[in-house]
């Protein structure tokens, strides 16, 4: 038997983050939302888990679809696969790119072996993977708070646009580095994410599009905080910052505004930065029709 998943990328609108916690993690809140930028994963039923990566700097034991693999194989010695993992959402970018694939290889085993896992059950090995993977098993729209990875979900907002400028630029250990570089006025009481998760009301205002990263971020890479006047200079109407970074979105209500806004930026940033039009999407990982052969 085989199985063909697509994960999709995520972008935060808004993210605010507490506080450090005893168990060294922040506690955070944010509102995720699915966006049509997809990896994809092809799985197979085999003796051993293998995993192929197109992109051989993401091979290896440390790519969390073998991380996923190892876990589930912990509880369930039975739930071994190899994978083709193909990449198109850019790596350390702010999108949940990996936690995406994590979650994907945990649906996959779970039908490939017919394990019988709940969604619940899914998220809860998907948290020991990473703070971001829970949510990507059912993906859409949540408010996550805890350290990520307790979601609140409500139906996505009318169609949007996303507009995703992802600057070629790689930070070392970046969210881990971020996180610790947060000073004591980084922090906020989280009520402006919470108040605007259920009624989105950060359509109409994108001052609610806080993030808290945004400061260690430019600090760390000055040259980052040009792109947000730029893209405004451009004619992006909502400009935000999405996780860790360095991607960053503009929200556009409408397709033909959203493709033109891209040339645009393709045409000025030019080989300094990939762009994605998205749309937001109502699910998480979803297995796909039909499954083409590699
Ligand atoms: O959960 P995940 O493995 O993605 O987190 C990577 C690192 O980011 C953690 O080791 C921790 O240092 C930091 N982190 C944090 N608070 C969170 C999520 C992550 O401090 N809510």
């Avoid at 792109?227 to 200079?233: A, C, E, Q, T, Y």
Wanted: contains cysteine; aromatic residues 6%; proline residues 5%.
């Amino acid at each position: 038997m085989r199985v063909f998943l697509r994960a999709p990328a995520k972008i935060n609108l808004g993210l605010e983050i507490l506080g450090r916690r005893a168990d060294g993690y922040h506690e955070i809140r944010t509102i995720l939302a699915t966006v049509s930028l997809y990896d994809h994963l092809l799985g197979e039923a085999a003796a051993d888990t293998h995993v192929n990566v197109d992109r051989q700097d993401l091979e290896g034991e440390q790519n969390l679809v073998s991380v996923a693999a190892r876990l589930l194989a912990a509880d369930h010695p039975q739930a071994t696969a190899r994978f083709e993992l193909r990449k198109t959402i850019p790596a350390a970018a702010g999108l949940g790119g990996a936690s995406s694939d994590a979650a994907a290889a945990l649906i996959a085993l779970n039908r490939l072996h017919t394990l019988g896992l709940s969604n619940t059950e899914l998220e809860d090995y998907g948290a020991r993977l990473g703070s971001d993977v829970p949510f990507f098993i059912r993906g859409g729209y949540a408010l996550a708070s805890g350290r990520g990875e307790q979601l609140e979900h409500f139906s996505p907002p009318t169609p949007i646009n996303a507009v995703i400028v992802t600057p070629r630029i790689a930070i070392q250990a970046k969210t881990k580095a971020l996180y610790e570089s947060l000073r004591q006025n980084d922090f906020s009481d989280g009520a402006r994410v919470e108040g605007s998760a259920k009624s989105y009301l950060w359509l109409g205002d994108e001052r609610l599009l806080v993030n808290a990263f945004e400061r260690p971020l430019y600090d760390l890479a000055p040259s980052l905080s040009d792109l947000k006047p730029l893209m405004r200079r451009l004619g992006a109407r909502t400009v935000a910052l999405s996780g860790a970074g360095p991607s960053h979105y503009s929200l556009e209500h409408d397709d033909e505004r959203a493709r033109a806004l891209a040339m645009r930026l393709r045409e000025s940033i030019g080989l300094g930065a990939d762009v994605y039009v998205c749309d937001l999407i109502p699910e998480g990982v979803t297995f796909m029709e039909s499954v083409k052969q590699p």
